[in-house]
């Protein structure tokens, strides 16, 4: 099973930015496609984004569309989402995932998971 490590997560102030990291033990990055999820307090798992090696696609929310991108660096073997323009509706963890065998959007579709990194946003 892939391991998954994030990193990135902190406390930034509304309207900063943040980018989160992702290494990946897979043979390489683009073994499984990718992507983000978040958890908020007392909310369900929300999607956030993932990419598609092969079409050289990306899906990202309508919630943070605009205001993050996915992305990754081939020879680090990681994964990235940059955010910027954060709010404090965008506090949450930050999970990574991997090898979806589904919709991106439906979370019991990865079969990949980071531990988290805490994102925390103060008006």
């Known amino acids: 099973q892939v391991q998954l490590v994030e990193s990135g997560g902190g406390l930034v102030q509304a309207g900063e930015s943040l980018r989160l990291s992702c290494a990946t033990s897979?043979?390489?990055?683009?073994?499984?496609?990718m992507g983000w999820y978040r958890q908020a307090p007392g909310k369900e798992s929300e999607f956030v984004a993932a990419?598609?090696?092969?079409?050289?696609?990306?899906d990202v929310a309508e919630a943070v569309k605009g205001r993050f991108t996915i992305s990754g660096d081939r020879a680090k073997k990681t994964l990235y989402l940059q955010m910027y323009w954060l709010k404090p509706e965008d506090t949450a963890i930050y999970y990574c995932?991997?090898?979806?065998?589904?919709?991106?959007?439906?979370?019991?579709?990865?079969?990949?998971w980071g531990q988290g990194t805490q994102v925390t946003v103060s008006p």
């Open positions: 995932t991997a090898d979806p065998r589904g919709s991106y959007s439906d979370y019991r579709s990865w079969h990949g």
């Open positions: 897979a043979p390489t990055l683009s073994t499984y496609d």
């Open positions: 990419i598609n090696w092969a079409r050289g696609s990306t």
